[in-house]
């Protein structure tokens, strides 16, 4: 008789401490989520302002074509990417091309005189730096819901239970090599 | 409660740890009634049964029908601090409501906030004080407010301040200054108890003699035991109130990045407030503070954890970076 109380309490510890697992890594999980939907609040607020930005370099500098074409692209492109891999890549494509269009508007004194151009390149680089902290948020989400699926007793069923590691936000390896080069400092 | 791993993780260890300190307070509530009825056998008060096992034995039962009524005392005495509390805080500190048109910067930090937790603003207020400080008050929705120093709107930059603001809404968000409040009545009333106990024996202890001449070395021991139990008892209320005040902060600090994503503003506010956050209060609005630099006493009687502890724990698990100004500024 005692044999099978224990049982039964044994088995109902069990159960209460893989629930209680299970619902940690569901917790966890949802926070890497949530941390992701919000560095795409950044990503489509910095979107939202490309199309001002453009049209105010064309006026002043209409022979960076290539330059504009480029930022429009992948403007583009980071608007109808679908995964998360093809969203990442192409953010990052789209910083390369904004980097590029404001090096290359050092070169025209009338535009960076313009009220406009400076307003919106301030609204830019605070964008930037927001976006920079909502990736670092994602990445400490991620890393904490990789921890939690590898640790002890949880890595036994994590797989099971359906729960696979996550990616964090990486720059990409383009950017990475364009990041460790110094720009070059022309006088 | 295993080692955090990140942010979220080290909430929870932190909110396990207030619950089981709070937890703590009903149990040291009940083991004074029982220290208390000790020294009334022990003294004479209550009736003795003649044997030590007796009156232990005894002084359980009593227990069973004292413990309800203390507890249901601190439920009387909580339901008046809840009536009084907003405008006890509000004559003692002079703090002025202001409305958007007033600080409008302000405001908008404090309401997009609001908005991206999906919650009613608070009410904002200022304090004309050079020091630099903050608070968070209110025990229920719709009394809700947050007030600032002049001194913290003129130091610290717009990123400060809303990951401070963030902080006092942390509170806010997880009715800290309930908890807070309760956990000060409960020490109130166990300090109270402990007073009592000493002030019996004080001048109770001349007039015994005559009624337990017959088991004095029992009585006495009885009265030991109790006054032991009355001090420990008085450290330990003071001690789990303020290690739960400590826990709270370390939880709003991790609150105000999970809102703001933003964990050097936390740690560089921090760096410019220590030091100069001094304003006159009542107490229980002192551990509401976002520092509170009145101790240098021993760490295990403040309100609030040191300065470089809550930066440490920012970088540990809010991946914050400490940028301590170098050679070059």
């Not at chain 2, 005392?73 to 909580?78: K, P, R, S, T, V």
């Not at chain 2, 506010?269 to 229980?284: F, Q, T, V, W």
Request: with cysteine.
């Amino acid at each position: 008789m005692t044999g099978t109380i224990i049982l039964i309490v044994i088995v109902v510890v069990v159960g209460l401490v893989l629930i209680g697992i299970y619902n940690r890594l569901v917790a966890l999980r949802q926070n890497a989520n949530q941390a992701f939907a919000d560095v795409d609040v950044q990503l489509t607020q910095r979107r939202d302002l490309i199309p001002n930005l453009v049209e105010t370099v064309k006026a002043y500098a209409s022979h960076e074509s290539a330059t504009l074409q480029a930022v429009t692209a992948a403007r583009t492109a980071a608007a109808s990417a679908g995964s998360v891999q093809d969203k990442v890549a192409a953010e990052n494509m789209l910083t390369g091309a904004l980097r590029q269009l404001f090096a290359v508007s050092e070169a025209y004194p009338d535009l960076k005189a313009n009220e406009n151009f400076a307003r919106l390149q301030d609204e830019l680089s605070d964008i930037e730096n927001k976006l920079a902290a909502a990736r670092r948020f994602f990445n400490n989400a991620v890393s904490e819901f990789n921890a939690g699926i590898q640790q002890f007793p949880a890595v036994l069923m994590a797989a099971p239970m359906g729960f696979k590691e996550r990616e964090f936000f990486d720059v990409g390896e383009g950017d990475r090599v364009a990041m460790a080069t110094p720009p070059p400092v022309k006088f | 409660m295993s080692q955090a791993i990140g942010l979220q993780t080290y909430i929870w260890n932190n909110n396990l740890r207030s619950a089981v300190l709070l937890a703590g307070f009903p149990v040291l509530l009940i083991g004074m009634v029982f220290a208390a009825e000790l020294l009334l056998i022990g003294a004479g008060g209550l009736p003795s049964t003649g044997s030590m096992g007796g009156d232990v034995a005894y002084a359980l039962r009593l227990l069973a029908g004292a413990a309800p009524l203390a507890i249901a005392a601190a439920l009387a005495w909580f339901g008046v601090a809840y009536l009084f509390n907003q405008a006890i805080i509000d004559l003692a500190t002079g703090a002025r409501k202001v409305d958007r048109a007033a600080e409008p910067q302000l405001y908008n930090l404090l309401e997009n906030l609001c908005i991206s937790r999906g919650m009613r603003t608070p009410d904002l207020r200022i304090i004309d004080s050079e020091a630099l400080n903050a608070f968070a008050t209110g025990l229920h929705e719709g009394r809700f407010s947050v007030t600032v120093t002049r001194g913290l709107l003129g130091a610290l930059d717009r990123d400060e301040l809303e990951a401070v603001l963030a902080h006092e809404l942390t509170h806010i968000i997880n009715r800290d200054v309930r908890t807070m409040v309760i956990a000060a009545i409960f020490a109130g009333i166990i300090t109270l108890i402990a007073e009592l106990i000493f002030r019996v024996l004080m001048w109770g202890g001349g007039r015994r003699g005559g009624r337990d001449s017959g088991k004095g070395g029992g009585a006495i021991l009885f009265v030991v035991v109790a006054l032991a139990i009355a001090a420990v008892g008085y450290v330990l209320a003071i001690v789990i109130r303020m290690t739960l005040s400590r826990s709270r902060e370390f939880v709003a600090d991790a609150g105000s990045v999970q809102l703001t994503k933003n964990p050097d503003a936390m740690i560089s506010a921090l760096r410019k407030i220590s030091g100069h956050s001094r304003i006159e209060a009542p107490d229980s609005v002192r551990s509401m503070f976002i520092d509170n630099s009145d101790e240098g006493v021993m760490s295990l009687f403040a309100t609030h954890p040191p300065i470089a502890k809550r930066i440490a724990a920012l970088e540990a698990y809010g991946g914050g970076r400490s940028a301590a100004p170098g050679p070059w500024g």
